[in-house]
């Protein structure tokens, strides 16, 4: 819920120079709830990086930094209160795949590092590897996937097969992705693919961290009816979208989404988390806009009425999943191991910090976001 926001302001402010529009009088100050399992006990290092809601449930995939019951699983969320609604769904690899180029990586612990589904098909979901520097491909295999442009190792979209209650979840297809050469992507293994969103045109859109230029960008490709029927690479184009990136600072990509233009006739919105800057980014498909920027603070509930204030804001959050339905927007971090305990204030709070205990931040579409300038 947010607990707090600053007077909105009659007109937006835009400075000289800038690709983005800043609204000073926007910042709002969200508070988060922890996420729980079935024993309303705080998740125990879960390291979210993947967030879709699909039939009213949120999705959860997260990194293979977790804690070990929680690698290469789904976890099934209850939106309204951040509760885990269903055992963890292990994710199993085909047999069909047992003799594909990257069955080890898949029947490992892959880098899962965000999560969709399609929007033609309900029991598929869609996520993609990124840092897969553990991993290499030898003769024939290396040679196939030799020129992705961007790290030796090829990052991987996967096709996770579930079925309609949600309580399996099976790799069935994987498709490796060749960047632009002219992108300059880099060998970077973990600064990659961090979002993944489709929007109603059938277009799929992949969020990279950054690039040489220590930039982030947005690669787009058609989600074809026959996406999944080969092995093949996929060639991802550069959207060429106007980001909010004016100088030299460090300002990832960690999450994308979705957003429908409330008028028909506009292709929407991409919503993308700006982790280390605490914003959300709206980027105009049909860049008729410039991209406006969401600063948020954020806060954790202290769990301590007698001895602490309700809530606590955050020394570091890095939010790494997005999903928007309806009218909200949902939000989930991954606690970053160096930075997380640097939140802890109140001493009932201490452990949730301590175990890396996620937050699921919700909050309302800004009629703002819309505005063209």
């Known amino acids: 819920m947010i607990i707090a926001s600053l007077l909105l302001a009659s007109s937006l402010s ?17 508070s988060g709830q922890w996420l729980t399992d079935n024993r309303q006990q705080h998740l125990l290092d879960p390291q979210s990086s993947g967030l879709t809601l699909r039939h009213g449930e949120l999705i959860h995939i997260g990194d293979n930094s977790a804690a070990l019951p929680m690698r290469n699983v789904l976890l ?30 898949l029947t490992s612990y892959p880098d899962w590092e965000s999560l969709t589904w399609d929007r033609q098909d309900d029991t598929t979901l869609i996520t993609v590897t990124e840092d897969s520097s553990g991993f290499q491909l030898k003769g024939e295999c290396a040679s196939r996937y030799n020129a992705t442009h961007s790290t030796a190792y090829p990052t991987l979209l996967v ?12 790799i069935v297809a994987v498709r490796p992705v060749q960047f632009p050469a002219h992108a300059k992507v880099g060998n970077f293994a973990n600064d990659g693919i961090e979002g993944l969103a489709i929007d109603n045109n059938s277009n799929l859109y992949l969020a990279l961290e950054k690039n040489q230029a220590n930039a982030p960008m947005i690669f787009t490709v058609p989600y074809t ?16 979208f106007n980001l909010p990136v004016p100088d030299a600072n460090n300002h990832p990509i960690n999450g994308l989404d979705y957003l429908a233009h409330p008028k028909p006739g506009h292709p929407g919105y991409l919503v993308a988390a700006a982790r280390n800057d605490n914003q959300l980014w709206i980027i105009d498909i049909s860049q008729q806009q410039k991209p406006f920027v969401q600063q948020l603070h954020f806060y954790a509930p202290s769990g301590d009425a007698n001895n602490c ?32 305990k640097n939140n802890i204030q109140c001493s009932a709070n201490a452990i949730n910090f301590e175990q890396f205990s996620p937050l699921l931040f919700q909050l309302n579409l800004d009629p703002r976001w819309f505005i063209q300038p």
């Not at 999944?228 to 550069?238: G, K, L, R």
């Not at 309700?310 to 570091?316: A, D, I, M, S």
């Open 225 to 240: 009816a026959d996406f999944w029927h080969s092995e093949d690479f996929i060639a991802v184009n550069d959207s060429g």
């Open 159 to 170: 096709n996770i097969k579930i079925d309609k209650a949600l309580s399996t979840a099976e």
């Open 14 to 30: 835009m400075a000289d120079n800038s690709q983005a529009i800043v609204d000073p009088f926007s910042e709002l100050h969200v």
């Open 309 to 340: 204030p309700p809530f606590e804001k955050l020394h570091n959050t890095s939010i790494e999943g997005v999903a928007v339905a309806g009218n909200k927007v949902y939000l989930v971090n991954d606690p970053w191991k160096s930075q997380y």
């Open 76 to 105: 099934r969320i209850n939106p309204a209160n951040g509760n885990v609604i269903a055992p963890a769904i292990t994710i199993t690899v085909a047999p069909a795949l047992t003799n594909s180029c990257f069955s080890e990586l």
